[in-house]
């Protein structure tokens, strides 16, 4: 550790300009709520980290949806390769079928993510690049000079992950929107080992957001939704009637609503 900048060396070592450059630019997402879309560029290829966009504010009468600027794709066109995703919320996804019609490039991303994907292609009549297909976990694609493998996170969202990505100047390790959640509902624990691996081979650099992560303390667990849940049925019970509403792009948490109703076993649920 360097007693000035407070760098660790090895830090140092793997941003040294060896055989490229490296450069990550964020095209949207930084600062800003909505259409997150970055660049990880090398030498000839560029690689994007998911494709997202935003909904309008108050102060845009008349605007339905708020795509990324992507003029510096479209100018490099040619270079590039990717689009990996780290999870299917329409922030991080919503762009896609826009920015197909315009750049034809394979996509990868988690079973579920993929799925999303795929029906909103079908909504707007665009077809997958036929090199895309859904990942695991723990899978690796090599797309160029970048190999991108992805780990397992936390999220509002079943399916996921955090991407490391490695590349002749160092690696990047980018967390998708994650929590730590050691009860998940899902029951898939966030890939700590892998965490941990990733730290000890050396990481050049860390792009982490996870929500209010400035504020002090911690995020209760998934599961303690269905204990707080229950007081709720009960007095539903009573009325005769409990209406519960989940977000649609979590059907984890749907499955938990019903899944603590005394009338689980006749809901007829649709989400
Ligand atoms: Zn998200």
Request: aromatic share 6%; with cysteine; proline share 7%.
């Amino acid at each position: 550790m360097c007693s000035v900048c407070g760098i660790n060396r090895r830090w140092v070592t793997l941003a040294r300009p060896g055989p490229g450059k490296l450069q990550f630019i964020p095209l949207g997402g930084l600062g800003e709520i909505g259409k997150n879309i970055s660049a990880v560029v090398y030498g000839n290829d560029i690689i994007l980290i998911d494709c997202g966009l935003a909904f309008p504010e108050v102060d845009m009468p008349g605007i339905d949806l708020v795509l990324p600027d992507i003029t510096y794709l479209l100018e490099n066109k040619d270079r590039v390769r990717a689009i990996f995703l780290t999870h299917g919320h329409e922030d991080h996804i919503g762009a896609i079928p826009y920015f197909l019609k315009q750049i034809s490039v394979p996509i990868y991303g988690t079973r579920l993510t993929m799925g999303i994907v795929e029906m909103k292609l079908q909504e707007h009549q665009v077809s997958l690049h036929p090199k895309s297909h859904p990942v695991e976990p723990g899978d690796t694609v090599k797309v160029g000079n970048f190999s991108v493998e992805f780990f397992r996170v936390n999220h509002s969202i079943p399916d996921a992950t955090g991407l490391i990505i490695r590349n002749p100047v160092g690696t990047i390790v980018h967390t998708g929107d994650f929590k730590f959640d050691h009860t998940p509902v899902d029951g898939h624990v966030a890939d700590f080992h892998k965490l941990a691996q990733v730290g000890s081979e050396g990481v050049l650099l860390l792009l982490a957001d996870s929500t209010n992560a400035e504020r002090p303390g911690y995020t209760p667990s998934g599961k303690n939704g269905r204990e707080n849940l229950r007081p709720h049925y009960r007095t539903g019970q009573r009325a005769g009637a409990c209406l519960v509403v989940c977000v649609a792009s979590a059907p984890h948490s749907s499955g938990r609503g019903v899944g603590c109703s005394p009338w689980a076993s006749c809901c007829r649920c649709r989400t």
